[in-house]
């Protein structure tokens, strides 16, 4: 089978579930990362045939998306802050507006590192870490730094300790392109089970890891009754217990997170959060009440997304 015609065959299976071109460029995500070739193959080389030995597996490839299910797990592999990393219906699907919390986070870190012994010494915590994805920018991109991330799932965390990352934008197979090189002093992020729900999870993270120089989360916050607006790709796929919570609760992963860090969140320490752009102000109140400084960050979008709090007394 010609390129140009499965492309063509498939962007057209796909329009009754996405707009025409993001149909289309689901389909060249797919070209590009099971038969690593440009997305621009086909213009080039209009006579270029698929490779009988990946036929088949571009068909059923085509078939996933067919039937709703994310590329990103068709593929196996997310982009997020210039890195690919694997990614399954286990874990929640990496976005664009969770790499500014890293970049927050990462601006923090780098202020406050004056020399080696300071760096080594920083401690991040993330928590509902799922994938892992922020654990492990952190780490990379902050050698020295000794980062934890929490999640309540088995299967997350098994994503997460055992992602390989590698570099964005190679077309060369979802996990299969250069992997990244640990920066010198690196340490692996460590990953451990925890019910940050909990009443007795603080004192349990404090004896484990101690105090934390900086607190992430991105935890669930999609409202329930806020599903209808969803797309199937998303509702029927990903991992719900990583996107919603109860509209009669919505901020109780906040409110958990607001009870760690009065104990965990260093003097001088910050956390940041993601957030429901809808509930912004009242997730700003959890942490005031809690006695934090909170401030509400937008994101590309205009909308907001982060809020970061620090302890009112230094």
């Not at 484990?208 to 029927?236: H, Q």
């Amino acid at each position: 089978m010609l390129l140009k015609d499965f492309i063509s065959d498939t962007t057209a299976r796909l329009t009754g579930l996405y707009p025409a071109v993001e149909a289309r460029s689901l389909v060249l995500i797919l070209v590009e990362d099971l038969l690593g070739v440009k997305r621009h193959t086909h213009i080039l080389h209009p006579d270029f045939e698929i490779p009988q030995s990946k036929a088949g597996l571009l068909s059923e490839a085509a078939d996933r998306l067919a039937g709703g299910e994310p590329v990103q797990y068709v593929t196996g592999a997310a982009d997020f802050c210039g890195r690919r990393f694997h990614v399954d219906p286990r874990v929640l699907i990496p976005r664009p507006e969770t790499e500014e919390l890293c970049y927050a986070a990462e601006t923090f870190l780098r202020s406050r590192v004056n020399d080696l012994d300071t760096q080594s010494s920083a401690t991040v915590l993330d928590l509902c870490t799922g994938s892992g994805c922020i654990a492990w920018t952190i780490a990379l991109d902050n050698a020295g730094v000794r980062v934890l991330g929490l999640d309540i799932s088995d299967g997350a965390l098994e994503v997460a300790e055992n992602q390989k990352p590698t570099h964005s934008g190679a077309a060369s197979g979802p996990l299969s392109a250069s992997a990244v090189t640990f920066p010198s002093g690196f340490r692996r992020p460590a990953f451990a089970k925890c019910d940050i729900l909990t009443p007795d999870a603080p004192a349990l993270i404090s004896e484990t890891f101690g105090s934390a120089d900086v607190i992430l989360s991105n935890p669930p916050y999609i409202l329930e009754r806020e599903k209808i607006e969803m797309r199937p790709n998303v509702l029927d796929h990903e991992p719900a217990i990583a996107l919603f919570v109860p509209d009669s609760d919505p901020l109780k992963f906040y409110k958990a997170i607001a009870r760690i860090a009065e104990r965990l969140l260093s003097p001088e320490g910050i956390g940041i959060v993601e957030i429901n752009e809808d509930l912004g102000p009242e997730t700003a109140e959890v942490f005031t009440e809690a006695r934090f400084d909170s401030q509400i960050r937008k994101d590309f979008r205009g909308q907001n997304r982060l809020i970061v709090f620090r302890k009112t007394c230094f």
